[in-house]
């Protein structure tokens, strides 16, 4: 196995493994990587449904169906991302997966099966190179202030399918979470900035527009280049990432053209200390 480091800041390929066939000290090594690089990739993975099912049980437990995308046939764990002009994107946002949850999920392993040949990018970010460039003044200002996060930008899909009712609905059935704006990784023990533009909705203890202010002003220093990595896929590229201490934009640049990825979401670390 080998591991080639991408940017200063964030990101790593590994290459001379295949990903079907993983012993349980290649997984070691890959959650190693993962803890070390924030995101990892692999090329040429031919995986199948239930490799990616038995690959992601191998750090934790997986997700059940999603709230809001479908679910690959046969297989409930695996979340079926299918977008083209019948099916237009909505992850073309910074965003941390599912932060309206009381209890983010760990990883993510995204596997592309059939992608555009130019565009459809992702860029992930290293919060907490983010939060380290930050002054002094603004890391004390942040250090003990919480912010409040809901389901944000999938109203829009719930307003497609039902109107405002289907927005209330999803908003009451999911409901709120309240969390701390600088996090602190259970492993490394590094901080980072747990904030991000498609759930967070409003920093406890401001008013309006004191709050927008100033997630606005973290929300462009956090999207500085130098905080970065862009992933160009190719068909059977697999993407894993630290879902704590990152956060991606999927770039929205390929329609008319279709972009089928899967995913499966592991909820929780098990070899978290």
Same mark, same amino acid.
């Given at each position: 196995m080998k591991i080639?480091?991408?940017?200063?800041?964030?990101? &790593?390929?590994?290459?001379?493994?295949?990903?079907?066939?993983?012993? +349980?000290?290649?997984?070691?090594?890959?959650?190693? &990587?993962?803890?070390?690089?924030?995101?990892?990739?692999?090329?040429?993975?031919?995986?199948?449904?239930? !490799?990616?099912?038995?690959?992601?049980?191998?750090?934790?437990?997986?997700?059940?169906?999603?709230?809001?995308?479908?679910?690959? +046939?046969?297989?409930?764990?695996?979340?079926?991302?299918?977008?083209?002009?019948?099916?237009?994107?909505? !992850?073309?946002?910074?965003?941390?997966?599912? %932060?309206?949850? !009381?209890?983010?999920?760990?990883?993510?392993?995204?596997? +592309?099966?059939?992608?555009?040949?130019?565009?459809?990018?992702?860029?992930? &970010?290293? %919060?907490?190179?983010?939060?380290?460039?930050?002054?002094k003044m603004w890391q004390d200002y942040l250090a003990d202030k919480e912010a409040i996060h809901d389901i944000g930008t999938f109203r829009n899909d719930l307003y497609a399918k039902g109107g405002i009712e289907a927005v209330n609905n999803g908003l009451k059935n999911t409901g709120s979470a309240v969390h701390k704006i600088v996090g602190t990784h259970p492993v490394t023990g590094l901080k980072y900035l747990n904030i991000n533009q498609s759930f967070t909705r409003h920093i406890m203890g401001e008013v309006q527009g004191e709050s927008d202010r100033i997630l606005q002003f973290l929300y462009l220093h956090m999207a500085k280049p130098e905080f970065q990595v862009r992933l160009r896929w190719r068909n059977n590229t697999v993407a894993m990432w630290d879902n704590r201490i990152t956060h991606h934009y999927a770039i929205s640049d390929y329609l008319p053209k279709i972009r089928h990825?899967?995913?499966?979401?592991?909820?929780?670390?098990?070899?978290?200390p």
């Open positions: 080639e480091k991408i940017t200063p800041a964030i990101g &790593a390929e590994i290459s001379g493994i295949s990903l079907n066939n993983l012993s +349980a000290q290649e997984c070691d090594d890959i959650y190693a &990587a993962l803890i070390e690089h924030k995101v990892i990739f692999f090329r040429d993975q031919d995986l199948t449904p239930q !490799a990616h099912i038995d690959f992601a049980k191998s750090f934790g437990e997986p997700e059940p169906p999603h709230p809001i995308y479908p679910s690959v +046939a046969g297989y409930d764990n695996i979340v079926l991302l299918k977008t083209g002009p019948d099916s237009k994107p909505d !992850a073309n946002d910074w965003h941390k997966d599912m %932060t309206f949850k !009381a209890n983010p999920p760990f990883t993510s392993i995204l596997h +592309a099966v059939n992608v555009p040949d130019v565009g459809g990018d992702t860029l992930w &970010a290293n %919060t907490n190179t983010a939060y380290n460039a930050l002054p990825m899967q995913r499966v979401t592991v909820l929780n670390d098990k070899r978290e």
